[in-house]
């Protein structure tokens, strides 16, 4: 059973997330929160599995609330697709994004998914934010001196939005190989998973 916090400002929404995922028999949500700071608290006191963060909120917002978690997994929930507020979610340690107009079964796909301790990167909404609001500043990344050659291209095609069943198929090399590869990656650039590696990649000018 995965437990999950619904976090958003509005009455109405938190409702229907909360009806909609209680109505999944692997889903179940812990509690709800309006503000970051309520957010904070409650996953502190609850442990939830999954957190479905809103961006903008009163006294805290989404960005901060997500940097002070420790532990769960956040799912950042936003009205835009090209938003810099998101970015800075990315950057504080979400997992992923999720319009909020999207489907309800895409939405609990997305719960599932980062649950599993994968990151949701809709490779065309990622690429498209990350190249609009990251820029290198400066020509390595911590930790990229490193990398090995094989593992700056593995990283590249991560950021690219290529799955590892992609990358296997465009360097020839095995499942195992692959994983391998990323867990290099995200030991060796101090990422906690996909999502990070991206914006990594971005700002070290790989990609």
């Known amino acids: 059973m995965t437990s999950v916090l619904i976090v958003d400002d509005q009455a109405l929404l938190r409702a229907s997330f909360r009806l909609l995922v209680d109505n999944e028999p692997d889903l179940h949500v812990v509690g709800e929160a309006g503000t970051g700071a309520e957010a904070v608290a409650l996953a502190s006191s609850l442990r939830p599995d999954v957190v479905l963060m809103d961006i903008r909120m009163p006294e805290m917002d989404g960005i901060e609330a997500t940097r002070l978690l420790d532990g769960p997994r956040v799912l950042v929930l936003t009205t835009f697709d090209l938003d810099e507020y998101v970015f800075g979610a990315l950057r504080a340690g979400a997992s992923g994004f999720l319009l909020k107009d999207t489907p309800p079964a895409e939405l609990l796909a997305a719960i599932r998914v ?6 949701l990167l809709s490779p065309s909404v990622t690429r498209r934010l990350i190249a609009e609001f990251v820029r290198p500043s400066s020509p390595t990344v911590k930790g990229l001196e490193r990398l090995t050659e094989r593992e700056k291209e593995v990283l590249s095609l991560v950021a690219r939005g290529l799955s590892n069943a992609e990358i296997m198929a465009a360097l ?4 195992g190989t692959v994983k391998t590869h990323i867990g290099n990656l995200l030991a060796k650039l101090h990422a906690r998973d996909r999502a990070q590696l991206v914006i990594a990649a971005y700002e070290s000018g790989l990609v």
Do not use: D, L
Request: no cysteine; proline share 0%; net charge negative.
């Open 114 to 119: 980062v649950a599993s301790g994968e990151s």
């Open 172 to 175: 020839h090399v095995s499942a």
